[in-house]
């Protein structure tokens, strides 16, 4: 800790710092507090160390993570923040951060557990109350709301009448000695009430730029300024300040967040407006004589809470998980160099009178110069260019003339314009949740339908299941029977085809043998054959006798079962397979003892 850092005294020109700790880690945290208002972040057990181990700072007001909203409020922001504002000086209260750490939460909040604005508005107006009714003097204390975003570089109302606004151009800034730099045409609204505020804040958070990333489900992808402009008037005295809270959106890595395509290039732009508001807080505390203020849009519009005309409350937010240490360590650095800028605030007394008149009297130089370009014909440029300047001095002048009456009608009519809306909205979401409702029974019943389809075609599946089992069973039997017939088959083909060749060998061997030796009775019919030319001799006529007794007694033998040639000495009656006299004789037949065999044998050959 530098010796500057903890021997500054608190002052109300000082920067005041505040540092909130996320809540919802368990385990594992890096930050600890171990004195009120110092805080020491260390590096992660599992990490490799990377320069130093330990890190110490201290601020005004470091806020655990048990702290609730109330209390932080109650500790930081009441009742120096409205009692600044009453005494005239302007307060601007700076929400930083890396994404995902909790800035709108602890400016915007929720319906359960309301941020600073609303806290703040309602002190405010209880504030008022209490003032006009205890004053020694006659009070009028008149409320002015705006708001708008600064997204990738250009500025859009969030309060425009338009109920899509980003249909709507985005609003230039101008500048004037009186005012500093501000918004051309922004919507300035009177409220006579809290609920008049909360009405305007809601409709101007639900038009603003958000989207997902993998640090953060609903990350805010724009800076947003909301502010309260308060004029009191007592007999001849009349003060005017503004307070103005800045959310702006959290600085990311593209890695961790995971970004791509559009959400990359807003992500480009945070860092890029973060960076530059960085280089400003290190300008101012080093004194320089250039400071980058043009640089961004977001330091233009921040000019008079950095080093400026208002007194600047910052408040930082950082998590302590081990995965984003080194945002964390890079986020109190950043409170730590803004903790050493130094603004000047005075007080800020019918401010808007002196405004309107330096642009009467600006108005009236450039009308000047633009009858003198006329005159002297010079270049229609910058005739044009002076004419312009002049329109934008009006439109200014118009808008800070602008009587606290009409614009309370004004916002009478965008409240009424927007319960309207509400209305219609409301209507529609009956009608809509009329439709889901029919929706839904229709749904239930063509569920219901369909789950008894379902049930039938289960039974039906089940049935066919069964059927097909069956079926499958009788074709395995089928399939056997015809395996069991094939093989039948092919062993009756087999025994034909043995039967067969053993038949055809038979028949073959008894053509070779009849072919060999042909009987008698074919040896006489040759030779009738080849001697039929011939008349028949007496030798013939003998031969054809004998052959006929033989034949006759062959008969008469063969029918009384005898063998006429058992006693045959012959070679050819021994010899198995030979045809003697017309007979086939077998050997196996020939030695059978059976007459019958040997006959019937003899007979089958």
């Given at each position: 800790?530098?010796?500057?850092?903890?021997?500054?005294?608190?002052?109300?020109?000082?920067?005041?710092?505040?540092?909130?700790?996320?809540?919802?880690?368990?385990?594992?945290?890096?930050?600890?507090?171990?004195?009120?208002?110092?805080?020491?972040?260390?590096?992660?057990?599992?990490?490799?160390?990377k320069?130093?181990?330990?890190?110490?700072?201290?601020?005004h007001?470091?806020?655990?993570?048990?702290t609730?909203?109330?209390?932080?409020?109650?500790?930081?922001?009441?009742?120096?923040?409205?009692?600044?504002?009453?005494?005239?000086?302007n307060?601007?209260?700076?929400?930083?951060g890396?994404?995902?750490?909790?800035?709108?939460?602890?400016?915007?909040?929720t319906?359960?557990?309301?941020?600073?604005?609303?806290?703040?508005?309602?002190?405010?107006?209880?504030?008022?109350?209490?003032?006009?009714?205890?004053?020694?003097?006659?009070?009028?204390?008149?409320?002015?709301v705006?708001?708008?975003?600064?997204?990738?570089?250009?500025?859009?109302?969030?309060?425009?009448?338009?109920?899509?606004?980003?249909q709507?151009?985005?609003?230039?800034?101008?500048?004037?000695?009186?005012?500093?730099?501000?918004?051309?045409?922004?919507?300035?609204?009177?409220?006579n009430?809290?609920?008049?505020?909360?009405?305007?804040?809601?409709?101007?958070?639900?038009?603003?730029?958000?989207?997902?990333?993998?640090?953060?489900?609903?990350?805010?992808?724009?800076?947003?300024?909301?502010?309260?402009?308060?004029c009191?008037?007592?007999?001849?005295?009349?003060?005017?300040?503004?307070?103005?809270?800045?959310?702006?959106?959290?600085?990311?890595?593209?890695?961790?967040?995971?970004t791509?395509?559009?959400?990359?290039?807003?992500?480009?732009?945070?860092?890029?407006?973060?960076?530059?508001?960085?280089?400003?807080?290190?300008?101012?505390?080093?004194?320089?004589?250039?400071?980058?203020?043009?640089?961004?849009?977001?330091?233009?519009?921040?000019?008079?809470?950095?080093?400026?005309?208002?007194?600047?409350?910052?408040?930082?937010?950082?998590?302590?998980?081990?995965?984003?240490?080194d945002?964390?360590?890079?986020?109190?650095?950043?409170?730590?160099?803004?903790?050493?800028?130094?603004?000047?605030?005075v007080?800020?007394?019918?401010?808007?009178?002196?405004?309107?008149?330096?642009?009467?009297?600006?108005?009236?130089?450039?009308?000047q110069?633009?009858?003198?370009?006329?005159?002297?014909?010079?270049?229609?440029?910058?005739?044009?260019?002076?004419?312009?300047?002049?329109?934008?001095?009006?439109?200014?002048?118009?808008?800070?003339t602008v009587?606290?009456?009409?614009?309370?009608?004004?916002?009478?009519?965008?409240?009424?314009?927007?319960?309207?809306?509400?209305?219609?909205?409301?209507?529609?979401?009956?009608?809509?949740?009329?439709?889901?409702?029919?929706?839904?029974?229709?749904?239930?019943?063509?569920?219901?339908?369909?789950?008894?389809?379902?049930?039938?075609?289960?039974?039906?599946?089940?049935?066919?299941?069964?059927?097909?089992?069956?079926a499958?069973?009788?074709?395995?039997?089928?399939?056997?029977?015809?395996?069991?017939?094939?093989?039948?088959?092919?062993?009756?083909?087999?025994?034909?085809?043995?039967?067969?060749?053993?038949h055809?060998?038979?028949?073959?061997?008894?053509?070779?043998?009849?072919?060999?030796?042909?009987?008698?009775?074919?040896?006489?019919?040759?030779?009738?054959?080849?001697?039929?030319?011939?008349?028949p001799?007496?030798?013939?006529?003998?031969?054809?006798?004998?052959?006929?007794?033989?034949?006759?007694?062959?008969?008469?033998?063969?029918?009384?079962?005898?063998?006429?040639?058992?006693?045959?000495?012959?070679?050819?009656?021994?010899?198995?397979?030979?045809?003697?006299?017309?007979?086939?004789?077998?050997?196996?037949?020939?030695?059978?003892?059976?007459p019958?065999?040997?006959?019937?044998?003899?007979?089958?050959?």
């Open positions: 800790l530098t010796q500057q850092q903890t021997s500054r005294p608190l002052n109300m020109d000082a920067v005041k710092v505040v540092v909130r700790v996320r809540g919802g880690v368990d385990t594992g945290s890096t930050v600890d507090i171990p004195r009120p208002g110092e805080l020491t972040v260390h590096r992660p057990v599992n990490e490799t160390a320069g130093d181990e330990t890190h110490e700072f201290a601020f007001h470091v806020a655990d993570a048990e609730d909203q109330a209390s932080l409020y109650a500790q930081c922001f009441s009742p120096g923040v409205l009692d600044t504002a009453f005494a005239g000086y307060t601007t209260i700076l929400a930083y890396q994404t995902g750490a909790g800035k709108t939460h602890t400016v915007v909040g319906e359960s557990q309301p941020g600073i604005v609303p806290r703040l508005c309602t002190e405010l107006f209880a504030r008022i109350e209490q003032l006009t009714a205890t004053a020694s003097e006659q009070t009028v204390c008149h409320v002015e705006s708001y708008y975003e600064i997204f990738n570089e250009k500025v859009y109302d969030l309060l425009s009448d338009k109920a899509q606004n980003k709507q151009p985005s609003l230039p800034l101008g500048f004037s000695r009186a005012m500093g730099y501000f918004v051309k045409g922004l919507s300035v609204y009177a409220v009430s809290e609920a008049d505020i909360t009405k305007l804040m809601t409709m101007g958070n639900s038009r603003r730029a958000t989207a997902g990333t993998a640090m953060n489900h609903q990350s805010s992808r724009s800076h947003a300024v909301f502010s309260v402009a308060l009191c008037v007592t007999g001849e005295s009349r003060k005017s300040s503004t307070i103005s809270v800045v959310d702006l959106a959290g600085s990311e890595r593209m890695l961790k967040s995971q791509n395509g559009a959400r990359l290039k807003e992500g480009i732009s945070i860092n890029k407006s973060l960076s530059t508001l960085g280089r400003v807080m290190r300008a101012v505390v080093e004194g320089s004589k250039h400071i980058p203020y043009r640089d961004s849009v977001l330091t233009k519009v921040l000019k008079e809470c950095l080093g400026g005309n208002a007194q600047c409350t910052l408040v930082v937010n950082v998590n302590p998980d081990p995965g984003c240490h945002e964390t360590v890079n986020s109190l650095r950043f409170a730590q160099r803004a903790s050493l800028m130094v603004n000047h605030p007080v800020n007394e019918d401010t808007r009178a002196q405004a309107v008149a330096e642009l009467t009297a600006e108005v009236e130089a450039l009308k110069r633009l009858a003198e370009a006329e005159e002297s014909k010079q270049a229609a440029a910058k005739v044009e260019h002076l004419q312009q300047q002049l329109n934008d001095k009006e439109d200014v002048i118009a808008t800070l009587s606290w009456e009409q614009r309370l009608k004004d916002t009478e009519s965008l409240l009424q314009h927007k319960d309207e809306l509400l209305v219609a909205e409301q209507k529609a979401a009956a009608e809509a949740t009329t439709k889901a409702s029919m929706l839904q029974q229709k749904h239930a019943a063509e569920k219901k339908a369909m789950e008894e389809q379902f049930k039938q075609l289960a039974r039906d599946n089940d049935k066919l299941r069964i059927a097909l089992e069956a499958h069973a009788r074709l395995e039997t089928t399939e056997k029977r015809a395996v069991s017939a094939e093989q039948a088959a092919k062993t009756l083909e087999k025994k034909h085809s043995m039967l067969l060749q053993s055809r060998r038979r028949s073959c061997s008894t053509s070779r043998h009849r072919e060999a030796s042909p009987s008698p009775v074919r040896r006489e019919a040759a030779q009738r054959s080849r001697a039929s030319s011939l008349p001799t007496s030798d013939d006529l003998q031969k054809q006798d004998k052959s006929r007794h033989q034949q006759q007694g062959r008969s008469r033998r063969q029918s009384r079962g005898r063998q006429p040639l058992r006693n045959m000495q012959t070679s050819e009656a021994r010899r198995p397979g030979r045809e003697v006299m017309g007979v086939y004789i077998n050997s196996k037949l020939r030695r059978s003892s059976s019958a065999l040997q006959g019937q044998s003899t007979h089958t050959a």
